[in-house]
């Protein structure tokens, strides 16, 4: 997915791509196949992403949203700005 991703950068130059690996194999190296260790932080990336009129969407594990969500928040996004869609494991969670 990551060589897919790279393609459509370099096809569509407005397109923003920051690849996380939140356990990196010895083989990745960072700067090549990776921009950051680790989950998914909107603090790395909040100089290229925070935009006065961008809408934000989040999908994937409640918990990995709930954690988005909450710093999109903290980083001055309004709550109408903020979209997301369940998918994975704790869609069916009780």
């Known amino acids: 997915m990551r060589d897919r991703l790279k393609e459509a950068s370099r096809t569509y130059p407005d397109f923003k ?5 939140d356990d990196p194999l010895p083989t990745d190296i960072e700067g090549r196949d990776y921009d950051f260790a680790g989950l998914v932080d909107v603090e790395k990336v909040k100089d290229s992403i925070l935009l006065d009129d961008a809408d934000y969407y989040i999908c994937g594990p409640v918990p990995f949203m709930r954690m988005q969500h909450d710093k999109l928040l903290g980083l001055g996004i309004t709550e109408a700005r903020i979209h997301y869609e369940v998918f994975g494991p704790d869609l069916f969670a009780e």
């Open 17 to 21: 791509l920051f690849i996380f690996y």
